[in-house]
């Protein structure tokens, strides 16, 4: 579902060829249970960022004049075997569904299938309001909406911060660990960003609030530490899990540029000491998506700084990749960054996003076919047209950058920050 990067790279009868082979061998009516977030993100997402690029094309008027929105369609028939998902007292969709029968097998519904994380749940309104909006139907972008209503209302009152796992009837907390890596990160990157796509203020409000508790109890400069969300001056741990990383690009995205620096600098360091950036557990286990996030946050330095010190960031992160993950069928995870040993296998968003990443990092604007600034990047690195929104463009935002493929929103009142030449910043590192 990742054909549409082909469009990117301006490489379209190649793209065109994806696109009959995806109408021709992809079907969605299998009897198999999958994950409801990542279906979402990955192949929901996929299929309407290579609507948005075939619709280009065609408008164009040279290529892709026989597409009658065949990708369209299948994204509907996807988005309607996800529906069942979200039949719940509360909103809350379960954590998998069946493609074919919903959610009546007992493996979609039994044990811990109760419970869900709050990137999982929250993780939904960009990609459903965009089916919506694309098809006229609204139901999609209701239930979407709906799970991330009941998402604030269930946020801790007091410090403003949602936990990491929540029971997806009873609404009650299960880990009430709140930080911004791995179970509620995209939670937080998809509120800003629903802002930026739909023009709806109360996206804003929402991430404006949770981010003042953020920036209040969970960062400590250059570090961003879980705390306990009814006791947020409580550590919940003392260690950063490595899925924080994209952090700092969506404080670029707000236009907080200092603590998204220090922090990016940070773990930047420990990328260059380890090759890669380890997840944080018994094993240093290799997550190709840390990469996309660091390689995401130097894009976004990149573009809003202009410093060039972001570009070697990318060149060492493009050098370890080849020295240490390439193998002759392509990239493999690491297993282990100490001693570089490899897993057998290459997820999908290491072609959705690495590769995206890299090639808008070092891509001039001539190098580009489209106007990126037209669109905004979901957290796997699709494009949905910024033509979605319901409010005029110019009203969205102050000002507009490209940014990792999707709108740098700097609000009025920071537009004349200054920000730090990344070369002058020293972060002191524990050995």
Same mark, same amino acid.
């Given at each position: 579902?990742?054909?549409?990067?082909?469009?990117?790279?301006?490489?379209?009868?190649?793209?065109?060829?994806?696109?009959?082979?995806?109408? @021709?061998?992809?079907?969605?009516?299998?009897?198999?249970?999958? @994950?409801?977030?990542?279906?979402?993100?990955?192949?929901?997402?996929?299929?309407?960022?290579?609507?948005? %690029?075939?619709? %280009?094309?065609?408008?164009?008027?040279?290529?892709?004049?026989?597409?009658?929105?065949?990708?369209?369609?299948?994204?509907?028939?996807?988005?309607?075997?996800?529906?069942?998902?979200?039949?719940?007292?509360?909103?809350?969709?379960?954590?998998?569904?069946?493609?074919?029968?919903?959610?009546?097998?007992?493996?979609?519904?039994?044990?811990?299938?109760?419970?869900?994380?709050?990137?999982?749940?929250?993780?939904?309104?960009?990609?459903?309001?965009?089916?919506?909006?694309?098809?006229?139907?609204?139901?999609?972008?209701?239930? =979407?909406?709906?799970?991330?209503?009941?998402?604030?209302?269930?946020?801790?009152?007091?410090?403003?911060?949602?936990?990491?796992?929540?029971?997806?009837?009873?609404?009650?907390?299960?880990?009430?660990?709140?930080?911004?890596?791995?179970?509620?990160?995209?939670?937080?990157?998809?509120?800003?960003?629903?802002?930026?796509?739909?023009?709806?203020?109360?996206?804003?409000?929402?991430?404006? &609030?949770?981010?003042?508790?953020?920036?209040?109890? &969970?960062?400590?400069?250059?570090?961003?530490?879980?705390?306990?969300?009814?006791?947020?001056?409580?550590?919940?741990?003392?260690?950063?899990?490595?899925?924080?990383?994209?952090?700092?690009?969506?404080?670029?995205?707000?236009?907080?540029?200092?603590?998204?620096?220090?922090?990016?600098?940070?773990?930047?360091?420990?990328?260059?000491?380890?090759?890669?950036?380890?997840?944080?557990?018994?094993?240093?286990?290799?997550?190709?998506?840390?990469?996309?996030?660091?390689?995401?946050?130097?894009?976004?330095?990149?573009?809003?700084?202009?410093?060039?010190?972001?570009?070697?960031?990318?060149?060492?992160?493009?050098?370890?990749?080849?020295?240490?993950?390439?193998?002759?069928?392509?990239?493999?995870?690491?297993?282990?960054?100490?001693?570089?040993?490899?897993?057998?296998?290459?997820?999908?968003?290491?072609?959705?996003?690495?590769?995206?990443?890299?090639?808008?990092?070092? =891509?001039?604007?001539?190098?580009?076919?489209?106007?990126?600034?037209?669109?905004?990047?979901?957290?796997?690195?699709?494009?949905?047209?910024?033509?979605?929104?319901?409010?005029?463009?110019?009203?969205?935002?102050?000002?507009?950058?490209?940014?990792?493929?999707?709108?740098?929103?700097?609000?009025?009142?920071?537009? @004349?920050?200054?920000?730090?030449? =990344?070369?002058?910043?020293?972060?002191?590192?524990?050995?």
């Amino acid at each position: 579902m990742h054909c549409f990067f082909l469009q990117l790279l301006n490489k379209t009868t190649e793209f065109e060829a994806a696109v009959r082979r995806v109408l @021709s061998d992809v079907r969605l009516d299998n009897d198999i249970v999958v @994950s409801v977030f990542e279906t979402n993100i990955r192949v929901l997402g996929g299929l309407l960022g290579g609507h948005s %690029m075939a619709v %280009m094309l065609k408008e164009g008027g040279q290529n892709m004049q026989w597409y009658q929105d065949e990708l369209l369609h299948m994204a509907k028939d996807l988005g309607l075997r996800l529906l069942p998902a979200f039949n719940t007292s509360s909103g809350l969709p379960y954590p998998r569904v069946n493609l074919k029968y919903g959610v009546r097998g007992p493996e979609t519904r039994t044990g811990t299938e109760t419970d869900t994380c709050t990137a999982c749940a929250g993780t939904i309104i960009l990609e459903f309001a965009a089916l919506s909006r694309f098809t006229g139907d609204p139901v999609f972008e209701a239930h =979407a909406r709906r799970a991330l209503d009941f998402l604030w209302e269930k946020r801790q009152r007091n410090s403003n911060l949602v936990g990491t796992t929540i029971n997806i009837h009873s609404g009650e907390w299960v880990r009430r660990d709140s930080g911004v890596g791995a179970g509620i990160d995209s939670y937080y990157e998809y509120l800003l960003k629903a802002y930026i796509l739909l023009g709806d203020d109360l996206f804003l409000q929402r991430f404006n &609030i949770h981010y003042a508790s953020i920036m209040k109890y &969970i960062s400590q400069p250059p570090l961003l530490l879980d705390v306990h969300i009814h006791k947020p001056l409580l550590p919940a741990r003392t260690w950063m899990d490595s899925l924080l990383a994209f952090f700092p690009g969506l404080q670029v995205l707000k236009g907080d540029i200092r603590p998204a620096i220090e922090t990016h600098e940070m773990l930047y360091q420990v990328t260059k000491k380890h090759n890669f950036l380890p997840e944080v557990n018994a094993v240093f286990v290799f997550r190709c998506v840390v990469l996309c996030y660091s390689l995401n946050a130097a894009l976004s330095f990149s573009q809003a700084t202009g410093d060039p010190y972001y570009l070697e960031a990318g060149r060492t992160i493009l050098d370890n990749l080849n020295r240490f993950a390439r193998v002759p069928c392509g990239f493999a995870a690491m297993k282990d960054v100490r001693t570089g040993s490899h897993e057998d296998r290459m997820d999908s968003f290491f072609l959705a996003e690495m590769f995206k990443y890299l090639f808008l990092l070092f =891509a001039e604007a001539e190098d580009l076919p489209f106007d990126v600034e037209d669109y905004v990047f979901t957290t796997e690195a699709h494009l949905l047209p910024l033509s979605l929104s319901t409010t005029p463009h110019s009203s969205l935002i102050s000002s507009n950058r490209t940014v990792t493929g999707t709108t740098l929103l700097i609000p009025k009142h920071r537009q @004349s920050h200054d920000s730090i030449p =990344a070369c002058q910043l020293v972060v002191k590192l524990n050995a």
